[in-house]
């Protein structure tokens, strides 16, 4: 059978032209995203003066919410208003939210008696453009990726390789994004930095809208009559949907706020969302049943693997500012730009593996597999860095080079399980639910954003308006947290690792 025969659509490199569309509007998209998450950590703690774990937690909680909310979105978008709709919805809160963070109010400086003393209407301007940013990415990022799926049919051998080509667009958006954004806010004004993101933003919108006549009308609502049909006060489904969003945006912006409401919101999102898969499984035939069983160990397990890798805006982060000897002859290299490095090797690695997942064939590892060697990974990325630690010298600051050899290790991790998991969810979950269950995939992420706080919080330090004043005990402090997360990847990715015999079976024939 010839290539002609098997694959209609093959003007995008042997891949559908929608899958272009989808990876300039993700990368555009990924731009504003992560331009901004890189600048969080040090806005909060530098320009608005809070400590550690407040900081910390602001993070985690945004982080944990902008990957919990599209489960709603997922669901939204599956029974009523279709992919498309959605994304667009999501795209136009992104905006406003990303041009809003451009605001920046009066830095934060501590008074004659210590105390604090914040800008409250610039800080609750910042929350309310973070509630934007959250309630966007939730009706945009899941639904985004539900398309992609829609571009191959169930066993195009395809799909995992157009995945990674989608998401090597991601990273394409975040590498420039940390440098661009991460110069303009370290040297300009943090408002400049969250500026240039918005600005992603708006080109990624126009560039889905454009583009929307190449998703082959897949991306519909299901039921469009539905939509339509008004019931409360005049106003149709579609109509209401979108007021109660935005009336959303009020709790939301206070959720984000308050660490322990977030905490007790994922607990209790995820316990509906297993009810449901629960429901479903019970629904289903049994290849169904099985294959949803196995997607649903593979989503917990991929907890522990974000865990790991998302303390990259965390204690990474803060890492790479204070310990790191960041010289390069005789040139300081601004903080943020360390996280450009896995975006950096995800571009260069990307097309690598995406071609050896379809060379290898028959001998391509199973995902149960590919999941393993991404947690194993993690943890020697932590490995890395405690032995550049462990091999500084007194009073002396931690060489690049470690903090270069741990994204490279994160990132191979993550091309082993990131782009992989999102096809998995698109071959393994029954149709009728793809959308709720990549809504799933990302209310575990959030899960794991929030549990990456809570490690990161082992490593809190105690500062001077910002700065450390002891660089050894930082060092220390960092090495302890980073060796409990070596052993933490080691385990878990051996565990599942004898598990995936047993999971390969319950994937009736889906590798």
Known sequence: MNNQTTYQDTSFFGHPKGLMILFLTEMWERFSFYGMKALLIFYLTKYHLFADDTGNYIVGGYAALVYALPVVGGYLADKYLGYRKAVIFGGIMLVLGHLGLAYEGHQAYIGEDGIVIKDNFALQAFFFSLALIILGVGFLKANISSIVGTLYEKHDIRRDSGFTIFYMGINLGSFVATLVCGYLGENYGWGYGFGAAGIGMVLGLITFIRGQKHFQGKAEPPK????????????????????????????????????????????????????????????????????????????????????????????????????????????????????????????????????????????????????????????????????????????????????????????????????????????????????????????????????????????????????????????????????????????????????????????????
Not at 225 to 238: D, H, I, Q, Y
Not at 315 to 335: H, K, Q
Not at 389 to 412: P, R, S
């Open 224 to 511: 469009p009559e539905l939509l339509k049909k008004k019931v409360f006060a005049g106003l149709n489904r579609e109509t209401i949907i979108y007021i109660l969003a935005i009336l959303s945006l009020l709790l939301i912006s206070q959720m984000v706020q308050n660490h322990t409401v977030v905490d007790w919101t994922l607990r209790i999102t995820g316990a509906i969302a297993l009810l449901m898969i629960i429901f479903y499984s019970i629904k289903s035939d049994k290849v169904a049943r099985e294959r949803l069983i196995a997607l649903t160990v593979l989503i917990v397990f991929s907890v522990v693997f974000w865990a790991l890798f998302e303390q990259a805006y965390t204690s990474m982060n803060l890492f790479a500012d204070r310990v790191l000897d960041r010289e390069f002859f005789g040139w300081t290299i601004p903080g943020p730009w360390f996280l450009s490095l896995n975006a950096l090797f995800i571009i260069i690695f990307a097309p690598v593996l995406a071609g050896l997942w379809v060379k290898l064939g028959k001998l391509n590892p199973n995902t149960p597999v590919k999941f393993s060697i991404a947690i194993i990974m993690a943890g020697l990325g932590f490995g890395a860095l405690v032995l550049g630690a462990e091999t500084t010298a007194d009073g002396a600051k931690v060489a690049m080079i470690w903090l270069v050899l741990a994204y490279l290790f994160h990132t191979l991790g993550e091309l082993c399980l990131s782009p992989v998991g999102l096809s998995s969810v698109t071959k393994l979950a029954p149709e009728k639910i793809v959308g709720f269950m990549m809504g799933v995939w990302f209310l575990a992420t959030a899960g794991s954003e929030f549990i990456a706080v809570v490690l990161a919080n082992l490593a809190k330090i105690d500062t001077d308006g910002g700065e450390i004043t002891d660089v050894a005990l930082a060092i220390e402090t960092y090495s302890s947290l980073f060796t409990k997360l070596f052993w933490t990847g080691l385990i878990f990715g051996g565990i599942l690792l004898v598990l995936s015999p047993l999971l390969k079976k319950l994937m009736n024939g889906i590798k």
